[in-house]
């Protein structure tokens, strides 16, 4: 019996050190629009403005696909950039219009993370910002979107293998318990 304590002991403390080394990437934070490459948040514009910066900060991602589209406000998408992000950082995208200066309107930011459906990519974030004195509508700001499900893709391999290796060894173990106390027994 002594044994069998031993085991399960030996064998918690190896699923707890596995399971407790898989890092999973976790979605973009900090993410903002603002006037200066790492500036503060800004979502109202003066008019005349000729570039605007979207911001984020990453943490371990693995080749992890992200999209940034920017559409004015009838629809058309004014800025697209997709790029694989791996490790950590910050990233400051400058956005601006094909010629000229941002016409006084409000405009939306939206960040995609790829991976997460059949088409490639889940909205994560909504930015409504405007520039000078565009027509009375609810005030800018930012939307909060509901977070997208984990996808079992290349980020979250990890914590999918270590999983099943803690199935396995606990099949083994009950296993080798059962044999144990029929041949005690």
Known sequence: ?????????LLAL?????L????????????RMSDAPNGPEVTKFPSGTAVVYYIFDYTDMEAEELKVRVYDNVGNIIFE?????SGSGTESIA?????????????????????????????????????????????????EV????????????????ALVALMVLLIAFVIWALRRALAAG
Do not use: C, H
């Open 1 to 9: 019996m002594k044994r069998l304590v031993i085991m399960a002991m």
């Open 14 to 18: 190896s699923l707890t050190a596995l």
């Open 20 to 31: 407790v080394g898989v890092a999973v990437a976790g979605p973009p934070t900090n993410i």
């Open 81 to 85: 950039q997709t790029k694989t992000y």
């Open 95 to 143: 956005i601006s219009p094909s010629e000229g200066a941002f016409a006084d309107s409000r405009y939306v930011t939206n960040l995609y993370l790829g991976g997460y459906t059949e088409e490639g990519f889940a909205l994560a974030k909504t930015i409504i910002w405007e520039v000078g004195e565009p027509i009375p509508q609810p005030s800018p700001g930012t939307v």
């Open 146 to 161: 509901p977070a997208a499900p984990p996808r079992a893709g290349r980020g979250n391999l990890p914590f999918i293998l």
